[in-house]
């Protein structure tokens, strides 16, 4: 670990002593006066368990982010802004945090495949093993974003292992027009509008965004276009319906990796000369009714997404085109310390392959429809044992149908024209259709159930403070290509017809503190694997299958502290953990790609009225190369990153604000494969107006 990262570690460790033992020395004075003293905050809620509560109250590591703390980020994308504000840590290949792969809880090679990511209720990842496409829902159309730390399997299902990410769109707030612009380094450009109208029942909001880059290295060009829609309306009962709308188009180039002295010399390079991308065409809807009764509350939504990707790669073309449904009904009987949850959940995702030899689609080489259903209800439970102390806890069940069709045509029948170095001939072997290849063509199809268990106990010590302690079985299910080679790959076989559910038991011990000037968070837990799914490769015959790997073990802890005053605030969020593979070649090694620290640090201080500077220090610890088992290679070295932004509100209708991030030109790799290194951006200015009105 460098110097640095030791000076920072160590004063982040005497700050958070500090502000432990203040807030800690505040709650006691607040314990020891009566209950007539106390003062009653306001409301801090969260809806880990789908209807509004106390955070408070909740037995899990939950961070919330407003509207407003939105805003005030001047984030570009979902992962910048959980970047900095929930030390989220991202993994990318292009350059770009606005395209990484979420990682939570200590998992590496393909760790957003463990994090569910819900837009108002419906999952924005992918059936396969793609990624999430988080231009899909532009910051400006979002009012919150909630993140669960840990096992959430009981309420949200599959790929809530190691975190859930939920994200609430906007709703109308009077009548107005907004309109913000953004420019920066590297060719970024950013326009985006929204308006809104509000009447006594009803609520409607548009908007729409437009972004493009250059980017950081070359061939790594970007351009998105999106637009939405919402409308709410408010019965005389009380009960509330909620629609979204949102329909968009991005195109990705992709620069590829670059090998250790390129990397160190000109990490702008690219390996690829811009044929390596991809453009997406993505929607999706979603309708919400929700309602109280004097026995509880309700809540149904119904959710439907699509993508159509078109891309190519080392001269390989496919498309992709995949659809997601869900049907989501719940109940709660009662009320805080004495309820019951009941819901459903059903989902149904089905993906068209077609893979092409050439760029305009002529000529097939093979296609594949692929669908999984799932039925999974579900209760959880809440009982009060006195009046600090509560139980709660929940089970799920659930059934998982996965079909694959594939048909891969003879490789030889497929074009009428052959070239050689003599010329163009006609292919004496041409067919029309051509014949399916019986060695890669198959139809399968796999029956799962299985289920997940949670129990917890939370105490709550005052209006302030609180701990738990708690105990989750998670599970994921294999996605469509981990199953099936389908994308073209030769496996060793053509569906993992033995792979198993991912299945791990979690235990979380933490605390919360909600102040008037701090707030503490704190969680340690330990999550034990045992059926992790990774790719195993034959070394001499070069194929291989993605297998059920084996145990591992991660212990790891979440801390967070914010100060606030009128004129100055400060954080600090540190992630740790340790990782420990069981069985296997790798048996006491580490998981690849997981650092075992990650931190984020702010300071903002308001210089005059409406003049707020930001100072944001980010560190990743040192982590080992993605596929490095025995953990043998050159590690990927630790990095600090220095960011600031200064904000001015003009006015009533009008804020700028202008920012540099990676300050000191900090190089860094973002991830690494076998030797093959995947640059961070350096550093860059962005500038922008928002106007309201």
């Known amino acids: 670990m460098t110097s640095v990262s030791q000076v920072f570690l160590s004063i982040s460790s005497v700050a958070c002593w500090l502000g432990a033992a203040v807030l800690m020395a505040e709650e006691v004075d ?8 106390v003062v009653s905050l306001p409301s801090y809620t969260v809806t880990a368990w789908h209807f509004p509560e106390n955070v408070l109250d909740v037995p899990a590591d939950v961070q919330r982010i407003e509207r407003a703390q939105i805003e005030a980020s001047t984030a570009t994308s979902v992962p910048d802004l959980l970047q900095n504000e929930a030390n989220i840590f991202f993994r990318s290949s292009s350059g770009r945090v606005s395209d990484g792969e979420v990682s939570m809880r200590g998992f590496g090679e393909n760790s957003g495949l463990r994090n569910l990511v819900l837009v108002n209720g419906q999952p924005m990842n992918p059936s396969d093993m793609g990624g999430i496409n988080w231009e899909q829902v532009p910051l400006d159309s979002i009012e919150s974003v909630e993140v669960l730390h840990g096992g959430q399997n009981v309420l949200y299902g599959d790929r809530a292992l190691a975190g859930v990410i939920k994200i609430e769109t906007r709703q ?13 380094s590297y060719g970024y450009h950013r326009e985006s509008m929204n308006a809104s109208m509000m009447t006594d029942k009803w609520g409607v909001r548009a908007g729409g965004s437009w972004m493009s880059e250059d980017g950081y290295r070359d061939h790594a060009e970007t351009w998105s276009r999106n637009a939405n829609a919402g409308a709410e309306y408010y019965f005389d009962s009380g009960d509330r319906i909620d629609l979204f709308v949102s329909a968009g188009k991005i195109h990705n180039q992709f620069p590829g990796p670059l090998i250790y002295e390129d990397y160190r010399s000109d990490p702008r390079s690219s390996s690829n000369l811009g044929e390596d991308e991809a453009t997406e065409e993505s929607g999706r809807a979603t309708v919400q009714l929700q309602g109280d009764r004097s026995w509880g509350n309700y809540g149904f939504s119904i959710g439907y997404d699509y993508s159509d990707t078109d891309w190519g790669f ?8 995949q659809t997601g449904w869900t049907m989501r009904p719940r109940v ?3 009320e805080h310390g004495h309820r019951l949850i009941m819901g459903t959940d059903v989902v149904y995702d089905t993906l068209d392959f077609h893979q092409y030899l050439d760029e305009s689609h002529d000529y097939e080489r093979s296609k594949a429809d692929v669908e999984e259903g799932r039925v999974s209800p579900y209760v959880f439970a809440e009982q009060a044992l006195t009046d600090q102390l509560t139980l709660s806890g929940g089970a799920r069940y659930e059934w998982t149908r996965f079909e694959v069709n594939n048909d891969t045509y003879v490789a030889n029948q497929i074009e009428p ?3 050689t170095n003599r010329g163009t001939f006609p292919n004496p072997n041409y067919k029309n259709p051509a014949d399916l290849d019986p060695d890669l063509s198959y139809s399968e199809t796999v029956n799962e159930h299985g289920g997940a268990v949670e129990i917890s106990l939370n105490y709550r010590f005052s209006e302030k403070l609180s701990a738990w302690i708690g105990y989750d079985h998670s599970y ?23 792979l198993e559910a991912e299945e791990g038991d979690g235990f979380d011990l933490g605390f919360k503190y909600i102040g008037e000037r701090h707030q503490l968070y704190l969680t340690g837990y330990v999550l034990r694997m045992d059926d992790e799914i990774g790719f195993v490769e034959d070394p001499v ?6 297998v059920n790997v084996g145990a591992v073990n991660r212990y790891g802890a979440d801390f967070s ?27 006491g090694n580490s998981v690849p790609l997981v650092p075992s620290v990650h931190a984020t640090n702010q300071m903002w201080y308001e210089l005059i009225p409406d003049l707020r500077l930001t100072l944001i220090h980010r560190y990743v610890g040192e982590q080992y190369q993605g596929g490095d088992f025995e953990n043998e290679f050159k590690q990927i070295d630790g990095y600090n990153v220095v960011d600031a932004r200064i904000q001015y509100q003009v006015n009533e209708h009008c804020s700028v604000y202008v920012k540099g991030t990676n300050l000191f030109d900090e190089l860094f790799a973002e991830s690494v494969y076998y030797g093959a290194y995947y640059p961070g951006m350096g550093s860059a200015v962005y500038t922008g107006m928002t106007l309201k009105f």
């Open 541 to 546: 015959s070069g194929l291989g299958l993605n």
């Open 172 to 184: 109308a707030a009077g009548t107005h027009l907004e309109w913000k612009g953004d420019v920066g």
């Open 561 to 587: 502290w914010t100060y606030s005053i009128e004129r100055f605030g400060c954080s600090t969020r540190i992630a740790y953990v340790h990782t420990e593979m069981r069985s296997g070649e790798g048996r």
């Open 30 to 37: 607040a314990l020891a006066e009566n209950s007539g003293g």
């Open 314 to 321: 080392s001269g390989i073309y496919g498309e992709n085109e």
């Open 332 to 334: 709660q009987l009662g």
């Open 476 to 498: 994921r299910y294999p996605v469509f290509d981990e199953r099936a080679s389908y994308q073209g790959v030769a496996l060793a076989e053509p569906v993992s017809g033995d």
């Open 417 to 419: 024209f052959i070239e």
